[in-house]
């Protein structure tokens, strides 16, 4: 047994770790134990500041009172109630403060559990509307490569991320993708939004082209692409493809499960860019990641649509999860809508946007760095590869930083940062600091 290895993990031969290397993990594990605000503490009692508040989604930070408090009362008072033909107050609130947060007329609420069924739950709800409208012929559905949407056969169907989607076969029949959005002869080392790029929406014209509008029935993007490794739209991308969209009748996703809860410093990336989708897929932020949950938000037409489609009495969408809208989930929801709030969490990440900038775009210059990316409190530092060992550079600097006391994400050769909203400037610093030595000690 590894010394760091904490009594109850004594045995590590069960468990199959998700998007993991198993068998490097088991040889030299790496054990987080509890967390609180920006930090965890490891097994072996070291503090490590979260530079990724948790996997995108800690927003309001770690094991906060307000949330935790909430998650205890609604344990004690209603443990689970399903949501089929009967239902729970809570859940009815947590869907009317989530409509009033979202902007436009995205107010009505699908329930589930994760990203990757918001993203099911928006395909399904897509299709079944064009058919509802008798326009059935509408099937096909338009990704993006490099994007990520989770992990269901329809995200990975309309994802573009290689590895995740070469081993398991056909996938979804009748998608296709437009080009991913980033270059680095263009666009590297850009603040911000770059400004080279928003013509890459007009290949949707040459897909329609190909296939006919008549036969698309939506296209689903993130606004700002997290998992590929920050993936910045360009300057007017995001509002191109709008008007393309609207052109052809196509429905417009926008999967927000990143984006969404102030990361890019307001509540929604649709409202940042002012760009305003069909339907709109969130989790993680949605309860600070403390109870699993996933909500995709719909434009009222879309729910009326539904409506007025169903015989009198009947099922308007045959679809749901035993889980959706769970007592717990809406109850942590709610506490954490209530403390982005009360702190203004969403305005304070738009008021560290300039400093977090500053700080990693000062990493510029340092070895094998050739670009550096940020949006909100998001950054990509992306590294050459080394030659014959993709990602190897990537994982050499993650570990560097857990040792020293950063957790940090890599994807290949990219580093990507996303901390809490509640991150102090001095941290920031630190981060960054943290990052300049692992990546100059990388050879
Ligand atoms: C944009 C996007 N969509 C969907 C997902 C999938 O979410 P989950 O892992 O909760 O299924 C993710 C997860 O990172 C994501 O970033």
Redesign the pocket.
Same mark, same amino acid.
């Given at each position: 047994m590894d010394r760091d290895t904490p009594a109850g993990a004594n045995n590590l031969d069960a468990y199959w770790m998700p998007f993991s290397a198993n068998q490097a993990f088991k040889a030299d594990p790496r054990f987080l134990a509890s967390a609180r605000g920006m930090h965890y503490t490891t097994a072996d009692g070291r503090q490590v500041l979260d530079a990724i508040a948790g996997l995108?989604c800690v927003n309001a930070g770690h094991c906060r009172e307000p949330i935790v408090a909430a998650i205890r009362r609604q344990a004690g008072e209603l443990d689970y109630a399903t949501s089929f033909q009967v239902a729970h107050p809570i859940a009815f609130e947590m869907a009317a403060r989530l409509a009033a947060l979202a902007p436009g007329d995205l107010n009505r609420v699908f329930f589930s559990n994760? *990203? @990757?069924?918001a993203?099911d739950t928006a395909l399904k709800i897509a299709l079944a509307y064009h058919r509802l409208r008798g326009e059935g012929s509408r099937t096909r559905l338009i990704g993006r490569e490099r994007g990520?949407?989770?992990?269901g056969f329809g995200?990975i169907s309309v994802g573009g991320i290689v590895n995740n989607r070469k081993m398991f076969g056909t996938l979804l029949a009748g998608v296709d993708h437009l080009p991913a959005t980033h270059s680095l002869e263009h666009n590297a080392f850009s603040r911000g939004q770059p400004a080279w790029g928003a013509h890459l929406a007009d290949d949707l014209e040459r897909i329609v082209a190909l296939h006919d509008a008549s036969t698309i029935a939506a296209v689903i993007v993130?606004p700002m692409a *997290? @998992?590929a490794g920050v993936l910045v739209p360009p300057k007017g991308y995001l509002e191109r493809l709008r008007a393309i969209c609207d052109r052809h009748g196509i429905l417009l996703i926008f999967?927000e499960?990143?984006t969404g809860f102030g990361r890019l410093g307001a509540a929604f990336a649709a409202e940042r860019f002012g760009v305003l989708p069909d339907l709109m897929?969130t989790?993680?932020g949605i309860t600070s990641g403390t109870v699993p949950m996933?909500a995709t938000f719909v434009r009222q037409h879309l729910y009326d649509t539904f409506m007025a489609g169903a015989p009198t009495g009947g099922i308007e969408l045959f679809h749901g999860y035993t889980y959706s809208g769970h007592p717990l989930a809406c109850a942590a929801g709610l506490a954490t809508l209530d403390l982005y709030h009360d702190e203004g969490l969403f305005e304070r990440a738009a008021m560290l946007e300039p400093h977090w900038q500053d700080a990693v775009h000062g990493l510029k210059g340092r070895p094998h760095v050739i670009d550096i990316r940020n949006l909100g409190l998001t950054a990509g530092i992306e590294m050459a590869a080394r030659p014959g060992a993709p990602g190897a550079r990537g994982a050499e600097v993650f570990r560097r930083c857990f040792d020293g006391g950063v957790l940090v994400r890599f994807t290949g050769d990219t580093i990507a940062l996303s901390p809490s909203l509640i991150i102090e400037k001095p941290q920031i610093d630190r981060i960054v600091e943290m990052l300049a030595g692992a990546i100059q000690a990388t050879a």
């Amino acid at each position: 047994m590894d010394r760091d290895t904490p009594a109850g993990a004594n045995n590590l031969d069960a468990y199959w770790m998700p998007f993991s290397a198993n068998q490097a993990f088991k040889a030299d594990p790496r054990f987080l134990a509890s967390a609180r605000g920006m930090h965890y503490t490891t097994a072996d009692g070291r503090q490590v500041l979260d530079a990724i508040a948790g996997l995108w989604c800690v927003n309001a930070g770690h094991c906060r009172e307000p949330i935790v408090a909430a998650i205890r009362r609604q344990a004690g008072e209603l443990d689970y109630a399903t949501s089929f033909q009967v239902a729970h107050p809570i859940a009815f609130e947590m869907a009317a403060r989530l409509a009033a947060l979202a902007p436009g007329d995205l107010n009505r609420v699908f329930f589930s559990n994760s *990203g @990757s069924e918001a993203v099911d739950t928006a395909l399904k709800i897509a299709l079944a509307y064009h058919r509802l409208r008798g326009e059935g012929s509408r099937t096909r559905l338009i990704g993006r490569e490099r994007g990520y949407h989770g992990v269901g056969f329809g995200g990975i169907s309309v994802g573009g991320i290689v590895n995740n989607r070469k081993m398991f076969g056909t996938l979804l029949a009748g998608v296709d993708h437009l080009p991913a959005t980033h270059s680095l002869e263009h666009n590297a080392f850009s603040r911000g939004q770059p400004a080279w790029g928003a013509h890459l929406a007009d290949d949707l014209e040459r897909i329609v082209a190909l296939h006919d509008a008549s036969t698309i029935a939506a296209v689903i993007v993130e606004p700002m692409a *997290g @998992s590929a490794g920050v993936l910045v739209p360009p300057k007017g991308y995001l509002e191109r493809l709008r008007a393309i969209c609207d052109r052809h009748g196509i429905l417009l996703i926008f999967d927000e499960v990143i984006t969404g809860f102030g990361r890019l410093g307001a509540a929604f990336a649709a409202e940042r860019f002012g760009v305003l989708p069909d339907l709109m897929t969130t989790a993680k932020g949605i309860t600070s990641g403390t109870v699993p949950m996933g909500a995709t938000f719909v434009r009222q037409h879309l729910y009326d649509t539904f409506m007025a489609g169903a015989p009198t009495g009947g099922i308007e969408l045959f679809h749901g999860y035993t889980y959706s809208g769970h007592p717990l989930a809406c109850a942590a929801g709610l506490a954490t809508l209530d403390l982005y709030h009360d702190e203004g969490l969403f305005e304070r990440a738009a008021m560290l946007e300039p400093h977090w900038q500053d700080a990693v775009h000062g990493l510029k210059g340092r070895p094998h760095v050739i670009d550096i990316r940020n949006l909100g409190l998001t950054a990509g530092i992306e590294m050459a590869a080394r030659p014959g060992a993709p990602g190897a550079r990537g994982a050499e600097v993650f570990r560097r930083c857990f040792d020293g006391g950063v957790l940090v994400r890599f994807t290949g050769d990219t580093i990507a940062l996303s901390p809490s909203l509640i991150i102090e400037k001095p941290q920031i610093d630190r981060i960054v600091e943290m990052l300049a030595g692992a990546i100059q000690a990388t050879a």
